[in-house]
Nanobody, 121 residues
């Protein structure tokens, strides 16, 4: 199971740290990702991280503003968001998969319930 948390209301330019806690003892066996879905929009890729945390991937829309990380001892993944913009407003989902790192949400088998991030202008 995945449990996302840390969302909230923030002003443009602000920061939030999202967390994704995983249950079970095989967390390090999974590649992890963050996706988001804004109002009236399709689910989109935000960030992904390899099993060890040594490789990370971002789309251009968040590169340089968001940082994905993981702590395999704590079974937790993080997304540090900075310089938030109103267009970052969305429900943010964490996901896990036993395969290779992917930017496609359809490649992930396990999903958290989502946490809402609202950025006011």
């Amino acid at each position: 199971q995945l449990q996302a948390s840390g969302g909230g209301l923030v002003q443009a330019g602000g920061s939030l740290r999202l967390s994704c806690a995983a249950s079970g003892r095989t967390f390090s066996s999974y590649v992890m990702g963050w996706f988001r879905q804004g109002p009236g929009k399709e689910r989109e890729f935000v960030a992904a991280i390899s099993r060890s945390g040594g490789s990370t991937f971002y789309p251009d829309s968040v590169k340089g503003r968001f940082t994905i990380s993981r702590d395999n001892h704590k079974n937790t993944m993080y997304l540090q968001t900075t310089s938030l913009k109103p267009e970052d407003t969305a429900v943010y989902y964490c996901a896990a998969d036993g395969g290779v790192v992917s930017r496609r949400w359809t490649d992930y088998d396990f999903w958290g319930q989502g946490t809402l991030v609202t950025v006011s202008s």
